[in-house]
């Protein structure tokens, strides 16, 4: 699939009615999730909205940014790798897929504005992105941000770590891979399952206790999506991911 509608003689004009629907739902998104922040007593401002845009082409990012957003999602590594060659240097790219360890050089030297990996899950995957952040030549000045991503479902088709595990990981990474930054703790729950959010909770918990970070609450919470981000907010997220409610369903090809 190509990232570029462009590159498949698809004419679209910047700016035209397709872009302008795209702005819209994004603001129909962020009023819902600010009125979900009010009804909770919290300040709307705290709460970040990532536009996961996996299998969407670069003019929908590009007309999102023009409007002024910076932070976008992406579940798939040659994805992400094409749509940031094409796009501005300035975009804060949030990798929110599974990341086969062995993709982790490529990632970190290929996506300069790479801004956190939110799906680190094993003390392998964390110390390949340790060893693809010194060849980058990152220092520890400027760490790599991560976020532990916690299995609060029990679900065989969900990855992460086990909730119990959650703290020694992160002890792991504060110990033996100092030019990365634990930012905290990213889940993908199970439908209409909201005490999910709640495990996550605990989870950053626990981060905070085995990292000694003194207020919880200065560690991320990247938890709900389209269907239940306002619940989530509800539940003290600092970041929401949304994809469908913003960029339309997705458009995924055949598998022959």
């Known amino acids: ?115 956190v990996v939110e799906t680190v899950d094993s ?19 400027a760490p790599l941000r991560v976020l532990l991503q916690v299995d609060t479902s029990g679900e065989d088709t969900k990855n992460g770590v086990e909730p119990s595990q959650v703290a020694a990981l992160a002890q792991f990474i504060r110990d033996q891979c100092p030019l990365l930054q634990v930012r905290g703790v990213m889940t993908i729950g199970a439908p209409g399952d909201l005490t999910c959010f709640d495990r996550l909770v605990e989870a950053r918990k626990l981060v905070a206790e085995a990292l000694g970070v003194a207020d919880e609450t200065t560690l991320e919470l990247s938890m709900g999506m389209s269907g239940d981000f306002p619940e989530a907010i509800a539940r003290g997220a600092t970041s929401v991911r949304v994809g469908s409610t913003i960029f339309g369903p997705r458009a995924y090809p055949s598998k022959k």
């Not at 300035?90 to 996506?111: A, E």
């Not at 992105?129 to 000045?141: F, I, K, N, S, W």
Request: hydrophobic share 45%; with cysteine.
């Open 1 to 115: 699939m190509s990232v570029s509608l462009a590159a498949q003689g698809i004419t679209r004009v910047e700016g035209g009615e397709e872009d302008q629907v795209l702005v819209d739902n994004m603001a129909g998104v962020r009023e819902r999730m600010d009125d979900a922040a009010r009804a909770a007593e919290r300040d709307p401002a705290a709460v970040r909205l990532v536009a996961v845009s996996k299998t969407k082409p670069i003019e929908d990012i590009r007309a999102l940014y023009n409007a002024g957003h910076r932070h976008f999602g992406e579940n798939y590594f040659q994805e992400l790798l094409e749509k940031a060659a094409l796009l501005p240097g300035d975009i804060c790219w949030h990798f929110i897929g599974h990341l086969q360890s062995s993709k982790s050089n490529k990632l970190v030297r290929d996506v300069p504005g790479l801004f």
């Open 123 to 141: 003390e392998k995957l964390a110390s390949k992105l340790q060893a693809a952040c010194e060849l980058a030549g990152r220092t520890a000045a």
